[in-house]
């Protein structure tokens, strides 16, 4: 593997071409319904809608095209003498689109192989990701391959699952170095000078990709005495996933199913607003807690800290907190659940 893998100016103009191929196909996709893999995929999974598949491929496009952020993530990791190839086994998850290209992308740039299980949800994103980015990259095209099922023949392993699955996982590969993550979702904490703006911005945190992804919002935390109508206001812009059939009929099953509990309800329209303890929310359902402190917001989120992806707020309640809107934009250098994927396969 040549060692200008990591940091050298090389690096940085190979992604910098990667992206604009993306930023291509993305434009395609817009005005043509082409690439054939975008189309695919939109027509194998009902929550890839033409415009999620847009807004992950534009990510990636935008983030790969920024030099000063490319260098900023690879130059906070010591560059090894030399490069020991290692089979890196990765589980990827199939939520929102393309969701499990960061890990496929730090196995290559670390100089391993990857052996890619892809998940039944997203089958066509990545593998056309990784045919424009070895067209750039001429020695990565053997440096990947996809599998149906597990394998045996590898070197550690990145998985990602539900918490069920996660278990599993552990107990499997327990004889491995490994990265073994399970579900996870995101709160918000929103202060009483919160301005409509910040309200709106939350709203996309809250339903990009119909609210499936780990950073996604499904918990609210609410000053006490908050006006509620501010926030159905902010979110009544994304009203058209009412138009979306599965996330309609998720709506119409919650609010049957618990209008016949004693849990405070409030209905938007489009989704629930549900009083309720807990982090995780089934689709299309928010939950919301009032706090009086600061103490008592920082207090709910170390008590669920091990469920929270991130955290949104205007205000730095707590360190890592990311500003409204900004959720499913993550830096290049910030990983799922805290764990820097990169450091782990630079020591493989």
Known sequence: MEPDTMKSDRISNYLRNFANEIGIGAHKFETEN??????DAQQHNKWFTKNNILTAMNYWADKLANKAEVELWLGKYAEPDSYSEKKILLILAGNIPAVGFHDVLCTLLSGHRAEIKLSSDD????????????????????RYQFHDGLIKDFDAVIATGSNQSAKTFESYFSNKPRIIRHNRSSIAVIHSDDSNENLQQLANDVFLYFGLGCRNVTTILLPVNF???????????????GQHNAFA?????????????????LDGGFYLLRKHAGIHAPLSVINFQEYSSDEQAIAFITANSNDIQCIVSSKNIVEGTVMPGQAQFPALGEYADGVDTMKFLLQQ
Do not use: C, M, V
């Open 34 to 39: 082409l690439p054939k893999a975008f189309l």
């Open 123 to 142: 089958r066509f994103l990545i593998p056309w990701l990784l045919e424009k980015l070895s067209d750039i990259i001429p020695q990565w095209k053997n």
């Open 227 to 241: 006006d509620k109508q501010r926030l159905f206001d902010a979110f009544l812009p994304w009203s058209h996933l």
């Open 249 to 265: 009929n998720n709506h119409d099953y919650y609010n049957g199913y618990f209008s016949l509990t004693n849990e405070e309800l």
